[in-house]
C-alpha cells in the first residue's frame, strides 16, 4: 500500500513526523513517502533535521512576498508530477493551511484517497483565523478518513453530515511528538540552551509565542504593550519571546519591546529548544494552536490571546484562558496567575484533553485494517 504525507509548515512537520515515522517502521505493509512543499522553510527543515525525515520529494516553494493565489496554485501544480509518478493509495494532509487545502484538491485529482489529519476543529466564522478556517472546511468535504483529535472535533464532522464510520477519534499527533522528545531535550539540553540557562539562572520565566494573521496590525501592538506592562511589574522574572519570522510580527515587536527589561527577544527557536523553555516556564502567553495542545502535558496555564477559538477543549477543561488581545485583560489574567499560587497549582495539574501521546498508532492500524479488509472481501 502506498502512502504519501505531505506537509508544508513548521507545526504540520511537528505534527506529522511522528506519523511518517511511524508508518515508515511497518515497511512490510506500507511503502511511504514524504513530499514537502516547504510552505516554510528555515523553520521546516529545522523540525525535519530534529526528526532524522529525509523528504523524498521538496517542492521548494516559498517565494518571498508570496501570496495566496500563487502558493494555491504552485502546490496544485507542483504536486500533479509526484502524484502521477508516484501513484499513493492515501494521500495524508495535516490540519488547516494552504498546503493542506491544496494539497488534498490535488490529491483528489489523482483519485488517491485522501485522510486528513487534525480533522474537525471549527470556529464556525469563515473569515476567522484566515484562512484557515476555511482550509479546514473545505479539507473535511474532499477527505475520506477525518482523524480527528477529540470528540468534539468528530461532533463538529458529524454536523457536517460527514459519516460516522469515516470519523476516527485518535488524540492529536502533537502529543506524540512532544511526549517522545521532551525526555531527550530534558537529558541532553543543547549548547544553545546550556548558554541560555547561565543567563536565566534561578529566574522564572514567562515564554510567550504569537504570529496569527488576526492579531497582525493593532492586535500585536496591544499584545507587546501588555508584555511591556507585566515585565515592568515583575523585575524578578524573565519575559522570553521568540519572535516569529513575519514581517508584520517583526516589527510591531522589536519597535516597543527592544529596549524593555527583562523581555528577552529571540529569533525563533529550534523545536528542542522550544521544548525546553516549555519544560522551564513558569507561565505561557500565545497565540498559538499547537502550544495551546502541547502545554498541557508539561502542566503549565496558558493564557490564550485569541478572541476566538478552534480548541474549546482546552477552554473547558481550564488548561488555558482566553484573553484576547486586550491590553488590560492579558496584564491583569498574567499578574493574577502568577500571583496567586492556588490558582496557579490547580491550572498546572489538570488533565490535557488533547490525547495520550498514542494517535500515531491508532491512525496506522485503523490503515492497516482497512487493507485487511480489502484483501479478505
Ligand atoms: N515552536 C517551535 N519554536 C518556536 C515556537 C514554537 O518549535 O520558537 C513549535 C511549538 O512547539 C509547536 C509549534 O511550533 O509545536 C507551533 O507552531 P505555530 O505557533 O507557528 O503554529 P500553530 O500551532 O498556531 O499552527
Not at 119 to 144: C, M, W, Y
Not at 219 to 245: M, Q
Not at 323 to 341: F, K, Q, R
Amino acid at each position: 500500500t502506498k502512502i504519501l504525507i505531505i506537509f508544508g509548515t513548521r507545526p504540520e512537520a511537528i505534527k506529522m513526523a511522528p506519523l511518517a515515522k511511524e508508518f515508515l517502521k511497518n515497511t512490510d505493509l506500507f511503502d511511504t513517502k514524504i513530499c514537502v512543499t516547504a510552505q516554510h522553510r528555515e523553520m521546516l527543515d529545522q523540525v525535519l533535521q530534529f526528526f532524522d525525515i529525509t523528504p523524498d520529494f521538496d517542492l521548494d516553494l516559498m517565494k518571498p512576498g508570496q501570496n495566496l493565489y500563487g502558493l494555491t496554485a504552485s502546490i496544485i501544480t507542483n504536486l500533479q508530477p509526484v502524484l502521477e509518478n508516484f501513484s499513493p493509495d492515501y494521500v495524508f494532509v495535516h490540519g488547516d493551511t494552504t498546503t493542506t487545502m491544496a494539497g488534498g484538491i490535488a490529491a483528489f485529482y489523482s483519485g488517491a484517497k485522501v485522510c486528513h489529519i487534525e480533522a474537525g476543529l471549527r470556529t464556525h466564522n469563515k473569515r476567522s483565523p484566515f484562512p484557515e478556517e476555511i482550509n479546514r472546511q473545505v479539507t473535511s468535504r474532499i477527505a475520506d478518513y477525518h482523524f480527528a483529535p477529540t470528540t468534539t472535533s468528530k461532533e463538529n464532522l458529524l454536523v457536517e453530515n460527514i459519516a460516522e464510520d469515516s470519523i476516527i477519534v485518535t488524540g492529536n499527533t502533537v502529543i506524540d511528538a512532544l511526549l517522545e522528545s521532551v525526555e531527550k531535550v530534558n537529558q541532553e539540553p543543547s549548547p544553545y540552551i546550556q548558554e541560555f540557562s547561565k543567563t536565566l539562572g534561578d529566574k522564572e520565566m514567562i515564554l510567550v509565542t504569537g504570529h496569527r494573521r488576526e492579531n497582525h496590525g493593532d492586535g500585536f501592538i496591544r499584545i507587546c504593550e501588555a508584555l511591556k506592562a507585566i515585565a515592568l511589574d515583575n523585575s524578578d522574572r524573565l519575559i522570553v519571546y521568540p519572535v516569529h519570522l513575519n514581517p508584520n510580527v517583526q516589527e510591531p515587536v522589536k519597535r516597543i519591546l527592544t529596549e524593555v527589561p527583562n523581555v528577552l527577544l529571540l529569533a525563533p527557536l529550534a523545536y528542542e529548544d522550544f521544548i525546553w523553555m516549555m519544560n522551564r516556564s513558569k507561565l505561557i502567553i500565545t497565540d498559538s494552536g499547537g502550544v495551546q495542545e502541547e502545554a498541557p502535558s508539561l502542566g503549565k496555564p496558558v493564557l490564550v490571546m485569541r478572541d476566538t477559538t478552534e480548541r474549546p477543549e482546552a477552554v473547558d477543561a481550564g488548561t488555558v484562558i482566553l484573553v484576547g488581545t486586550d491590553t488590560d485583560l492579558i496584564v491583569s489574567e498574567a499578574l493574577d496567575l502568577l500571583n496567586n499560587p492556588d490558582r496557579f497549582d490547580t491550572m498546572s495539574r489538570l488533565h490535557n484533553p488533547y490525547g495520550d501521546g498514542k494517535a500515531c498508532k491508532r491512525i496506522v492500524d485503523f490503515i492497516g485494517s482497512l487493507e485487511t479488509v480489502e484483501k479478505i472481501s
